[in-house]
């Protein structure tokens, strides 16, 4: 364990758009419908990177995995499943509608990542 105060204000902006995009710009389709999607990966790995020292490709990797696990998840509505179909916060964390559009934004996200944090710090 350790903190990384970089990562962590890197968190708290992500977390800042996320919102901000879900309540004030929540009318802009494009912003709300794929940009937090791309957003959410991003947010992911520097949440996980504040607090643990992993390796950067295998974590984007793996925050990938998990999103398109999660997408698929939502295919079988499993939030509703789990009961979850009135908590509005949980709804939204999990989602409840599949998208192929969805995943590539994750693809997206990752890819940015990858590309911004991993080979930009290399050139460093």
Same mark, same amino acid.
């Given at each position: 364990?350790? #903190?990384? *105060?970089?990562?962590?204000? &890197?968190?708290?902006?992500? =977390?800042?758009?996320?919102? %901000? @995009?879900?309540?004030?710009?929540?009318?802009?389709?494009?912003?709300?419908?794929?940009?937090?999607?791309?957003?959410?990966?991003?947010?992911?790995?520097?949440?996980?990177?504040?607090? #643990?020292? *992993?390796?950067?490709?295998? &974590?984007?990797?793996?925050? =990938?995995?998990?999103?398109? %696990? @999660?997408?698929?998840?939502?295919?079988?509505?499993?939030?509703?499943?789990?009961?979850?179909?009135?908590?509005?916060?949980?709804?939204?964390?999990?989602?409840?509608?599949?998208?192929?559009?969805?995943?590539?934004?994750?693809?997206?996200?990752?890819?940015?990542?990858?590309?911004?944090?991993?080979?930009?710090?290399?050139?460093?």
């Amino acid at each position: 364990m350790r #903190f990384d *105060l970089k990562y962590f204000i &890197l968190t708290i902006s992500l =977390f800042m758009s996320e919102v %901000l @995009i879900a309540t004030v710009f929540k009318n802009i389709f494009l912003l709300r419908a794929y940009f937090g999607d791309v957003l959410v990966v991003i947010l992911m790995y520097t949440f996980i990177l504040t607090f #643990f020292k *992993l390796n950067k490709t295998k &974590l984007v990797c793996w925050i =990938f995995v998990f999103a398109c %696990l @999660i997408e698929f998840l939502q295919y079988y509505h499993f939030a509703e499943i789990l009961g979850f179909n009135n908590n509005v916060i949980a709804m939204i964390v999990l989602g409840n509608s599949f998208s192929w559009i969805d995943m590539i934004c994750y693809a997206i996200g990752s890819l940015s990542t990858w590309l911004i944090d991993i080979k930009l710090n290399k050139i460093k």
